[in-house]
């Protein structure tokens, strides 16, 4: 590997629905490709390191972190440059672990950071552990890229397949394009948590609990709960205080009030344009 081809990939042990609402947060331009079963690939412009801000193995590990955070699912992080390579693996609210090899894939990590990882991504204790041996061990014929073709390979047992022409060592512009060539692959601008909150919000509306929470089904409920609520929070306050009724219904008028709230706002809020084409 060489300066150019310095760059990341973030594997998600989730569908990409449930990963393109969180991807908003890397503030970033991404890619997002289904990578196999129960896999998502993140595919980063990499500003960050391009401009030569923050180093890619940094800026790697804090995405990778801040798409784990509150996730039910783990983020690996696949990072190299021109002096070395590895990854960072984070798993909710956890340490992340990672593993790093110099460029002439002399390995420099800690073999518990290797054993975690096995743990966390469920890989089997006996026989994936022993596939991992070797990324551990020195081998004059496996630089850098090798190891973490291994690391893929071994990945794979757990279902992990990328998209043709996707591999840990190529300068991001070949991989971007590859992923794009994907079936069901999509492109992400992210801004920060107000798109992510909003790509979340916009998942569930359309999911089960839509009707529930906007249109002329939650704008009856919340007025339902206002009518029985306000009554009741009254009747339960004069003349002598109700503590067990006036609980229930300043929760019931409380409810309602939001859920109108709720409707009013979603229905006044400006569309989100569509992504700009890269």
Excluded: K
Excluded at 48 to 71: F, H, I, K, Q, S
Excluded at 81 to 106: E, I, M
Excluded at 161 to 183: C, I, K, N, S, Y
């Amino acid at each position: 590997m060489n300066a150019t081809s310095t760059g990341a990939l973030l594997l998600c042990r989730a569908e990409p629905d449930a990963v393109a609402a969180p991807a908003h947060l890397l503030r970033e331009h991404v890619v997002l490709a289904p990578a196999g079963a129960g896999w998502s690939l993140l595919v980063p412009e990499g500003r960050p390191w391009l401009d030569g801000a923050e180093p890619v193995e940094r800026v790697a590990a804090g995405w990778a972190t801040a798409l784990a955070v509150g996730a039910p699912w783990p983020v690996l992080a696949l990072w190299w440059d021109a002096d070395r390579a590895g990854y960072t693996l984070a798993s909710g609210f956890r340490r992340p672990v990672g593993y790093t090899w110099l460029a002439d894939g002399t390995p420099a990590g800690e073999e518990e950071a290797m054993l975690t990882f096995a743990e966390r991504l469920g890989l089997d204790p006996v026989l994936d552990v022993q596939a991992l041996q070797p990324l551990m061990a020195t081998d004059r014929d496996a630089d850098a890229r090798a190891r973490l073709l291994g690391l893929v390979a071994v990945l794979a047992r757990l279902g992990l397949d990328l998209p043709r022409g996707v591999q840990p060592g190529e300068p991001t512009t070949h991989l971007r394009a590859a992923t794009q060539a994907e079936a069901g692959a999509r492109q992400i601008e992210g801004h920060g948590w107000r798109d992510a909150v909003r790509a979340e919000l916009d998942v569930v509306e359309h999911g089960r609990l839509g009707p529930w929470l906007r249109g002329p089904r939650a704008r009856f409920i919340g007025a339902a709960q206002l009518a029985l609520g306000l009554p009741l929070l009254a009747w339960a306050l004069v003349p002598r205080l109700r503590p067990g009724w006036a609980a229930a219904g300043a929760l019931l008028t409380a409810q309602g009030a939001l859920g109108l709230a709720y409707d009013r706002m979603r229905a006044h809020a400006p569309p989100e344009g569509p992504e700009r084409p890269r």
